[in-house]
């Protein structure tokens, strides 16, 4: 049943993809991401679990590997800093689900020597699993970056080491301390590493759930590409938004001004607001209907008063008192004429700040109902029926945290 489930989420994701048009600038933009991306769904085919081992330096990283391994693969020193760069082991143990388990081991995150620290946090936050070493109580650096895994949704397990450092009351005291500082909703495990002690709980763990954390890092890292991408191109979209609606301003500002003609005046309006919303749908790849785009327009000027009062009321004034204005000119030998200039900037003015306002309501009511368009990944992590708090409270926390009408609503015009 857990293999047809790795291969069906397998295949979904591989569908997806292929789905997914990307120019020559996307794919140059977003290389990395996209090797990463392929790399990881090449492993959930052929069911190859990464675990990566973090921490400061001189926690002993190196060691707990080897402890693992049972062998002395992880070059180990007494100097701290031995690990440069991210160095991967094949484990394998027996009774297991998964075809091969990756440990990866790196350098300490504060270690100052490193090449390209930025590549050494990606890789093992791409990880299924993460190791956090630790040899003593927490401090606030180790914190930080136990809380960026976290927010991230990733699964973690504190592994505490050198504990012949301690005595009894001493590590007991540690235990607590660092219990204290947790997120108390996770109940991170903190594994003591001392004999088969650690290997078993390993072991047990992904003999449990290596799958289901090999299938979940598999859409997440989908859906982080997925939101680079639509963010990528909203931007792209943004500016072009911006573009139309300062054109259809203009276009705006000059017939209002130069139209004394009330009816005419508010029927080009209308017709330039509906065919600015039309624009902004084929920007955002929404393709509306006669019907619907009324229906927006509608929607807008119910819901902003103001916005339909300035289009109409205001406008409807001014432009009787244009007229009259025009009307009473042969009898004042054109003195009368004087405040139509005026009027008409102010018109003019008017036209321009209700169109910005009308473009970038509609670019959002656009936005919201495009979104049915996008295929999200994560949708696949949201319809998986499981129930175990073992591994699906680490991956709400990054569902709390991406609310994409919020995230996004920064990239409209």
Request: aromatic share 10%; net charge positive; with cysteine.
């Amino acid at each position: 049943m857990k293999q047809f489930k790795i291969k069906k989420n397998y295949l979904l994701l591989k569908n997806w993809w292929e789905t997914i048009d990307l120019t020559n600038y996307e794919k140059s933009y977003f290389n990395r991401d996209i090797i990463s991306f392929n790399q990881q769904l090449f492993r959930l085919k052929e069911k190859k679990i990464r675990i990566g081992v973090y921490g400061k330096s001189g926690v002993g990283k190196s060691s707990v590997l080897n402890s693992l391994l049972k062998k002395d693969i992880f070059k180990t020193d007494i100097i701290n800093g031995t690990t440069r760069e991210i160095q991967a082991e094949e484990w394998k143990f027996k009774d297991q689900s998964l075809n091969s388990i990756d440990l990866l081991d790196s350098p300490g995150f504060d270690f100052c020597d490193i090449k390209f620290p930025d590549k050494v946090y990606s890789s093992i936050n791409n990880s299924d699993l993460i190791l956090f070493v630790i040899s003593g109580d927490l401090n606030r650096n180790e914190l930080n970056e136990i809380s960026s895994f976290i927010n991230d949704g990733k699964k973690i397990v504190l592994i505490l080491n050198k504990i012949d450092l301690f005595n009894k009351n001493e590590l007991k005291e540690i235990i607590e301390n660092i219990k204290f500082k947790l997120p108390k909703d996770l109940n991170i495990p903190i594994i003591i590493n001392n004999e088969n002690n650690l290997k078993n709980y390993v072991a047990k763990l992904i003999n449990q759930y290596g799958e289901i954390m090999l299938t979940l890092n598999s859409i997440q890292l989908a859906d982080k590409l997925f939101l680079k991408i639509k963010e990528q191109r909203l931007k792209k979209r943004q500016k072009l938004a911006q573009s139309t609606i300062g054109k259809f301003s203009t276009i705006k500002a000059s017939a209002v001004a130069l139209n004394p003609f009330i009816l005419f005046d508010i029927a080009g309006s209308f017709a330039l607001d509906t065919a600015l919303i039309n624009e902004l749908s084929n920007i955002y790849g929404l393709k509306l209907k006669g019907e619907s785009t009324r229906k927006i327009f509608k929607n807008i000027s119910i819901n902003n008063l103001c916005l339909g009062f300035t289009q109409v009321g205001v406008n409807t004034s001014l432009n009787l008192i244009k007229k009259l204005i025009l009307l009473t000119a042969p009898f004042t030998n054109g003195l009368s004429l004087l405040p139509y200039g005026p009027i008409a900037i102010i018109q003019a003015a008017i036209a321009i700040y209700s169109t910005k306002i009308l473009g970038k309501l509609a670019a959002k009511e656009i936005f919201v109902r495009s979104k049915a368009s996008f295929i999200e990944p994560a949708i696949l992590i949201q319809n998986m029926n499981f129930n175990d708090t073992e591994i699906f409270n680490y991956i709400n926390i990054y569902f709390s945290r991406k609310n994409l009408n919020k995230n996004f609503v920064s990239f409209l015009p």
